[in-house]
């Protein structure tokens, strides 16, 4: 196993990225109340959270007798939140926890943060408009107010032309093989969307086509990969239920959530989660997400600090 303290920091300094990172930061914040969307607070302890998509092992304490799980993303706390608030939706800055299974990783930390948005009966095209002008607002102010951190990390910034191209995954499926996302991210030039993916139960189904979803994934050019994951939220008790069952999970591990909605006190909203460093690292052009954290956390790894 590897063992990590500081990482080595490639062409750049630490302040130039971590100047990056604030300008980012607070461009999203400007931008998304600006939009009349609140901020909430991060949940980091529940006894509910994200199964996720694929295999991590869970991260979680007892405390008073009870289980309680770090949170992997905040997608549950925020659709019962977007549908409780008069609010036309949310953003949260969550820390996440995801005890990752992979060997060897570029881009995937075991401990990160997660820009999670959540607008109150929206259309999947609706989030997506609003994804595509936050990142051109993030990148046209961070390429405005860094201009000397940028030069000195050797990072050209591109502003992104609106709209955004869109694949569905079945069609880059067909053409690129199961590793689809990677090879057309290193062939595309600029920030584009990936659609149709049959993962979480609380990705809505698709009424209109069997077998198909309301969701998307943004996705960076330059061999980035994915910057943000989201869709349209199934929230009916019922449907709820079968999709739990459907994927073999139990029911017993989402009953908080299930019992609001069987009372009726979900309702329709789409969403997604930007990982942040995946952002400042794209932002920074570096190699390896390690490069823009102090203390990363990595993947099959000791973590000495």
């Not at 820009?115 to 405005?144: C, G, N, P, R």
Request: hydrophobic fraction near 35%; aromatic fraction near 10%; proline fraction near 5%.
């Amino acid at each position: 196993m590897k063992t990590t303290t500081h990482p080595q920091n490639g062409n750049g300094s630490y302040s130039q990225i971590f100047r990056v990172q604030t300008e980012a930061l607070r461009a999203m914040h400007d931008f998304l109340s600006g939009r009349g969307l609140i901020q909430l607070m991060p949940v980091i302890l529940s006894p509910i959270t994200d199964p996720l998509n694929h295999s991590v092992d869970d991260a979680y304490i007892t405390y008073n007798g009870q289980k309680l799980q770090l949170t992997k993303s905040m997608i549950l706390h925020k659709q019962i939140a977007v549908s409780a608030l008069d609010t036309r939706g949310i953003y949260i800055v969550s820390p996440n926890v995801r005890l990752e299974r992979v060997q060897s990783s570029d881009r995937h930390l075991l401990e990160f943060s997660q820009l999670d948005i959540e607008l109150k009966t929206a259309t999947a095209s609706e989030f997506m408009t609003l994804i595509e002008d936050l990142m051109i607002y993030i990148i046209s102010q961070v390429k405005a107010t860094c201009a000397d951190e940028l030069e000195k990390l050797n990072a050209t910034l591109r502003i992104p032309r609106r709209p955004f191209r869109t694949h569905t995954s079945w069609s880059l499926l067909e053409e690129y093989g199961p590793h689809y996302e990677s090879e057309i991210s290193r062939s595309e030039d600029d920030l584009f969307w990936i659609t149709d993916f049959q993962r979480e139960f609380y990705d809505r189904e698709d009424p209109e086509h069997h077998g198909h979803y309301v969701n998307y994934d943004l996705v960076y050019p330059e061999g980035y990969q994915e910057a943000l994951s989201g869709g349209e939220r199934d929230y009916e008790y019922y449907v709820l239920v079968r999709k739990i069952r459907e994927r073999g999970q139990k029911l017993d591990d989402f009953a908080p959530y299930l019992e609001l909605a069987r009372a009726g006190m979900l309702g329709p909203s789409a969403g997604g989660g930007l990982g942040i460093e995946r952002l400042i690292r794209f932002l920074t052009k570096r190699s390896n997400i390690c490069e823009i954290t102090l203390f990363p956390r990595i993947p099959n790894s000791i973590i000495k600090i």
